[in-house]
């Protein structure tokens, strides 16, 4: 029997120990590369689970230059639940209730590309714009308003101009539900010169979240109507509008816009100021000495008789 060794294997005395010493060393050591490294790995960077959980981290740029590096990762970016996921994030909205119409990718596109109505029509007279947010409207009924108070009772029988006269709101039905998007619009005087007119009017301006991809907005064959107007024939301390859900007029998800106290700002703070929740939005200017304001509304239908998929709220000094 040859000598025992210490790990237990035994020499033959013909120089067996030593090349067993030097196999022994070579099996039992290990490479200090982790195994993603490694030539015989079974790693495979091309994981679409992986790669869809990493793109609801990324803005929306960075998901067009990761779709641009080649044909797979389009494939897998462009998938229309990615664009959801982030579109409803960025939004800070829940999901609609209903299927859209419209790719997410195309939605998240039109929403943040930094288009405004204005700049489809009417942009001789558009001067300034702030983008306030988006919120959603869960039925087909809206109440609009030029005040931050109103009657806690609101017959909806009545008409717009008497529901304007004597509250400063009114009933607005048929619209259509879904995520909106809200701005701020600074826009010229229109019943004077452009040229020479130094006046302003401040619009409140919402809009369905679908309305810049419809065929009908965008030859110009679906148009703003005049639904009501009236004059504030007395000092008004600030030019005021808002939209609201009207089945969550008492709900918690519009509280935050009648706290209005909480966000017009002081006094003689002239700067524009404005309140999105998940059912309403608002705006709200404070303003100095004036003789009143003069309110005009404004729907625009999908079609004559289709939806409403925007609104507007406008305030001019008189």
Known sequence: MGKRLQNGAASDGNGSEKRMRRSSSICSCNSPRPPFLSPHSNFNWYEEDIWSEIAKFLDGKSLVKLAATNRWFRRVIMDDTIWKF???????????????????????TSAFDGSHSFMFHQQEKHIDW????????????????????????????????????????????????????????????????????????????????????????????????????????????????????????????TSAVFDYPSWIGRQNDWQPK???????????????????????YHTMRAGSDGEVVAIRISQQLL
């Not at 983008?131 to 009924?141: E, H, K, Q, T």
């Not at 404005?274 to 005009?296: F, M, R, S, W, Y």
């Open 130 to 253: 702030m983008r306030i947010g988006a919120f959603s409207l869960d039925s087909s009924l809206a109440l609009l308003a030029e005040r931050l108070s109103f009657p806690k009772k609101i017959r909806k029988e009545d008409t717009v101009e008497n529901m304007l006269q004597s509250h400063g709101c009114c009933m607005l039905d048929n619209v259509k539900s879904g995520i909106w998007i809200a701005d701020l619009q600074l826009v010229r005087c229109p019943v004077c010169d452009l040229n020479t007119c130094d006046g302003t009017m401040q619009t409140l301006d919402a809009r369905h979240i679908e309305l810049f991809l419809c065929e009908g907005y965008q030859n110009g064959s679906w148009e703003y109507q005049l639904i009501g107007s009236h004059d504030i024939k007395k000092r008004a301390d600030g030019a005021a509008g808002a939209i609201f859900d009207f089945t969550h007029l008492k709900g918690s998800s």
């Open 274 to 296: 404005a309140k999105i929740a998940p059912h309403a939005v608002a705006v709200n200017t404070n303003l100095q000495d004036n003789e009143g304001l003069h309110v005009k």
């Open 86 to 108: 982030v579109s409803l994030r960025d939004l800070q909205v829940p999901p609609p209730p209903s299927l859209v119409a419209y790719r997410w990718s195309k939605l998240y």
